[in-house]
């Protein structure tokens, strides 16, 4: 394994365009890697920036046993003479406990050498709070339903299992729907005094009925009506990005549609474990559900 040399991190984020938090130059393997930040909040992204001299075959990032994809970007090919340019994503569970850990990185060249290095990463703590719902006696029997919500949330990890290596999402993301924001991401879900699970999430609350739309540019994976989730439909917008809206009253496109950012998906709806009409939300960076509302604003995660 190389021994990272840190450099001025300003310095190199005038040098490519970006805004750096943290960087880091291996001069000797002809690689170099940048972090849009090495500190992060439980529900938080990072995008990390792979410049290289010789072409990749693969690129994985591991965090914690999860792993993470690297993509080719076809945007940018040459700075600071590196002639190769790859992009990857990682999301940080709502779930990961806050403490010290290690992004693990593993790049494979088409000469089949290979080159692995270490960043650390410090997650803090979301500071998540606890939501009290009350729920009618069929709605409470059918969110108590663990089977089915297990086969369910089965169909949903198919669907935001990232299928295309093509970036087709732009700065910024949308939300899907004008509403009251009803529950935030990262908040323990308390069923009628009973604890459940953390939200995955956000809920937006509108009426009945109103137009839901795709919150960027993608294709469709999965339409569907499940009992616990209600009416779902998933989009993936390339480089391991995906999103996902529930509780639907009906969806107006079909799998392996195109759709572009602002178009109509579908309509608001109180279909499954719901209390009202809404549409939860959800973002997912490979696989891992992370805070949608960070990729609203956020200008560090995308490109340019």
């Known amino acids: 394994m ?32 940048a972090l849009s930040s090495h500190k992060v909040n439980q529900g938080d992204t990072i995008k990390v ?31 600071l003479n590196y002639s190769h340019r790859y992009i990857g994503y990682v999301g940080i569970s709502r779930k990961l406990k806050p403490r010290r850990y290690l992004l693990d990185f593993s790049l494979k060249y088409l000469d089949k050498t290979r080159y692995k290095t270490q960043f650390k990463l410090w997650v803090k703590d979301g500071r998540f709070k606890k939501e009290h719902i009350t729920l009618s006696k069929k709605k409470k029997s059918i969110q108590r339903d663990y089977s089915t919500l297990g086969n369910e949330n089965a169909t949903l ?47 937006i609350a509108a009426p009945k009925g109103t137009p839901i739309k795709a919150a960027n540019s993608g294709k469709v994976t999965l339409v569907d009506s499940f009992k616990v989730h209600g009416n779902t439909l998933v989009i993936d917008h390339g480089f391991g990005i ?31 474990v719901a209390t009202g009409p809404h549409v939860h939300w959800g973002l997912t960076v490979g696989r891992i559900r992370v805070n949608p509302r960070v990729w609203l604003t956020n200008r560090n995660l995308y490109d340019y």
């Open 49 to 79: 920036e792979i410049l290289t001299r010789k072409a990749l075959d693969q690129g994985t990032i591991k965090l914690n046993g999860h792993t993470f994809s690297v993509f080719r970007n076809p945007n940018k090919t040459s700075r």
């Open 157 to 203: 990890k198919k669907a935001i299992t990232p299928l295309i290596r093509k970036k087709l999402f732009n700065y910024p993301f949308i939300l899907p729907v004008k509403g009251r924001l009803s529950s935030p991401y990262g908040g323990m879900r308390i069923y009628n005094n009973r604890p459940a699970w953390s939200h995955s999430g956000i809920d």
């Open 242 to 272: 995906t999103t996902i809206y529930n509780h639907l009253e009906k969806a107006v496109v079909k799998v392996g549609d195109r759709v572009r950012k602002g178009q109509i998906v579908g309509h608001v709806g109180s279909t499954g």
């Open 2 to 33: 190389h021994t990272p040399l840190f450099i001025n991190r300003i310095r190199l984020g005038a040098i490519l365009g970006l805004v750096i938090i943290c960087s880091t130059l291996h001069a000797e393997s002809g690689v170099r890697i």
